[in-house]
T-cell receptor, first 112, second 114 residues
Framework: GQNIDQPTEMTATEGAIVQINCTYQ??????LFWYQQHAGEAPTFLSY????GLEEKGRFSSFLSRSKGYSYLLLKELQMKDSASYLC?????????????FGTGTRLQVTL | GAGVSQSPSNKVTEKGKDVELRCDPI?????LYWYRQSLGQGLEFLIY????????KSGLPSDRFSAERTGGSVSTLTIQRTQQEDSAVYLC????????????FGPGTRLTVT
């Protein structure tokens, strides 16, 4: 089966940098996604990593180490609107079936 | 339409009644997913369709839950004899082909079983 761990809550200051970690254990790993979910809204896609290394997209970057089963989402120049839950999701493939398993999410609170 | 749509947006039902939730994916997306999210919890995978077939039904919590997809488009999730523990937000997502592409989520249906 799959096991995904991420911190439950984090707090950071506006303008700062925050790193949200995600560790996973899975068989048939084939990619890791990060989603953002504001309270009462549907998740929206942020990033996708399938190879080791850093993917940068504006203020957001995502890193993956497959050998360590580890990823992080880095948010720079934090804004109040970044207050949301951040969901780590792992894609696994078994035979011809693929599956996306979500972690429980990290609730980020950005303060003044 | 421009995005994934779901109906109804809110549903309140009595325990023991059947409910049907609808999902309209993005046009041209062949893959469709149903998830459940309870208050303060992560997304729980329910079922996944590739076209009209469901290669993975492993997430359906009991035989009271079923889903179908017709014409490679609209999907319905049916919950029979609803229980209070079925109360949650039911989210539908679609992607271009399969899980290797980003999933676009609908706004969800908030189901409350009284």
């Amino acid at each position: 089966g799959q096991n995904i761990d991420q911190p439950t809550e984090m707090t950071a200051t506006e303008g700062a940098i925050v790193q949200i970690n995600c560790t996973y254990q899975t068989s048939g790993f084939n990619g890791l996604f990060w989603y953002q979910q504001h309270a009462g809204e549907a998740p929206t896609f942020l990033s996708y990593n399938v190879l080791d290394g850093l993917e940068e997209k504006g203020r957001f970057s995502s890193f993956l180490s497959r050998s360590k089963g580890y990823s992080y989402l880095l948010l720079k120049e934090l804004q109040m609107k970044d207050s949301a839950s951040y969901l780590c999701a792992v894609r696994s493939v078994t035979g011809t079936a693929s599956k996306l398993t979500f972690g429980t999410g990290t609730r980020l609170q950005v303060t003044l | 339409g421009a995005g994934v749509s779901q109906s109804p947006s809110n549903k309140v039902t009595e325990k023991g009644k059947d409910v049907e939730l609808r999902c309209d994916p993005i046009s041209g997306h062949t893959a469709l997913y149903w998830y459940r999210q309870s208050l303060g919890q992560g997304l729980e995978f329910l079922i996944y369709f590739q076209g009209n077939s469901a290669p993975d039904k492993s997430g359906l919590p009991s035989d009271r839950f079923s889903a179908e997809r017709t014409g490679g488009s609209v999907s319905t999730l049916t919950i029979q004899r609803t229980q209070q523990e079925d109360s949650a937000v039911y989210l539908c997502a679609s992607s271009l082909v399969d899980n290797s592409y980003e999933q676009y989520f609908g706004p969800g249906t908030r189901l409350t079983v009284t």
